[in-house]
């Protein structure tokens, strides 16, 4: 149905449009969506761990994560909420290094991400390994402010970015799939942008 | 926290048509949709609202309800004009009563009120939107439970629902008052959100994110353990 006297002012510039997933607008800024208070960690106080379906659960220092080998990200972010942002940049470490280090166990299928303020989200296993995820403390060449998620947030940006939990404290592996926080109300369990799934049942 | 069971069908779209549009100030307008699909929202949740040009080019963005769940058939957004934005303009410069505008909703199960706390609600500017769906659900069907709104706006042209304002709201203007105004003015301190404090219930902040983020630290402040504390933050960081 079109809609009597609109035309579309703000298409995404050449080029760019079909890096754009389906519903999804351009936006140069990088809108902040958090559900409650702003948590502020500090770096001598931050940890990340891994544990759960692990042989040695290990729990990293800030700077010891920062001596491992760093990885980095360039490409397009897309919120649910219908942004995407197109061509930013995240530097931190692969997941994969961490996940290597600890021993993933054959039985783990799923992770809990869960952070500092409460937050969680779940993603299968295969999606945080093989080069798609990071845990990013560095944006756009700055360290990553604390409302988009620093001193260091979840990055998997082939999936809608609330995936990419902010103030991350570590992954929980599992045998089973356990929806997070926005998942429980109502959002996808996968949320690939591409397909669209919004919500649960889309 | 509740798990509450996630309908399994996706929600459609649907075509409303509008039946009202009330100016609220110079720059935000109230449009009132009666849906063929309506169903109950609960105060708090929002739809999402999509354009369609004649040649397929889709603009999407959402929108919190202002109106009461006991509005049946009908819903109420009222959308404030972002001078840069694609949507907020035609829908103030363009779309007229009679129109048809495809919407799908209500939408996520967070940011609502059921009905079963005092209502604390902190908003800034255009945040008022679905607090005030809130506060006239609560005067409808639970006027019993307690409300207190603190609001901030810039000047007296900006206040939304100015009428409906009762004695549970508290504003603030922060760059100009009415005359002879004897009340707050300023941004928003501990002092004024020290006077939403109640033991029990969830506090809800809406509004652009600076302001939400001092509320919280002001909320946290006086007392308010962050999961008790509820956000909607619009606008660029």
């Known amino acids: 149905m079109a809609t009597r006297g609109f035309f579309g002012r703000q298409r995404a510039p050449a080029g760019m449009a079909e890096r754009l997933p389906p519903g999804q607008y351009f936006e140069e800024g990088f809108p902040v969506l958090t559900a409650g208070p702003t948590p502020h960690v500090a770096t001598d106080e931050w940890s990340f761990a891994i544990e759960g379906l692990v042989a040695e659960p290990r729990t990293w220092s800030w700077d010891e994560v920062h001596s491992l080998a760093g990885s980095s990200f360039e490409g397009d972010i897309h919120c649910v909420t219908r942004w995407s942002k197109l061509g930013t940049s995240f530097a931190g470490v692969s997941v994969d290094t961490l996940l290597d280090s600890v021993g993933v166990d054959e039985a783990a299928t799923h992770v809990v991400a869960f952070c500092y303020g409460g937050y969680t989200t779940n993603l299968p296993l295969p999606d945080v390994r093989g080069g798609q995820a990071w845990i990013a403390w560095e944006h756009e060449g700055h360290p990553l402010a604390a409302e988009h998620g620093g001193p260091a947030r979840l990055l998997v940006p082939h999936l809608y970015f609330w995936k990419s939990a902010k103030w991350i404290k570590g992954l929980r592996l599992l045998d089973h799939d356990e929806p997070g926080f926005w998942e429980n109300y109502g959002y996808h369990d996968y949320g690939d942008p591409w397909k669209e799934q919004r919500f649960q049942g889309d | ?237």
């Open chain 2, 1 to 237: 926290m509740s798990a509450s069971a996630a309908p399994a069908q996706p929600i459609p779209w649907q075509t409303g048509k509008v039946t009202s549009i009330r100016p609220e100030t110079p720059r935000a307008k109230s449009f009132c949709l009666r849906l063929p699909e309506w169903r109950p929202h609960l105060p708090g949740q929002y739809y999402t609202l999509r354009l369609t040009a004649p040649d397929g080019y889709q603009a999407i963005r959402s929108y919190s309800v202002a109106s009461s769940p006991l509005d049946e058939g009908e819903i109420e957004l009222t959308v404030d004009c972002l001078s840069d934005g694609e949507v907020s303009p035609f829908l103030h410069d363009v779309v007229e009563v009679g129109d048809e505008l495809e919407v799908r909703g209500p939408l996520t199960e967070y940011f609502t009120w059921e009905g079963s706390s005092p209502l604390l609600l902190i908003g800034g500017g255009s945040g008022i939107v679905p607090l005030m769906s809130m506060l006239r659900h609560r005067r409808r069907a639970l006027p019993q439970v307690p409300a207190r709104l603190l609001y901030s706006v810039r000047s007296p042209e900006d206040v939304f629902y100015r009428d409906e304002l009762g004695e549970e709201t508290t504003l603030t203007y922060t760059r100009r008052t009415p005359e002879n105004w004897s009340g707050a003015t300023g941004r928003i301190d501990d002092e004024l959100v020290g006077r939403l404090w109640w033991p029990d219930g969830i506090a809800y902040v809406c509004g652009p994110n600076g302001f939400v983020e001092t509320a919280t630290r002001l909320l946290m402040e006086s007392g308010y353990e962050p999961a008790r504390i509820r956000t909607e933050r619009f606008g660029p960081s």
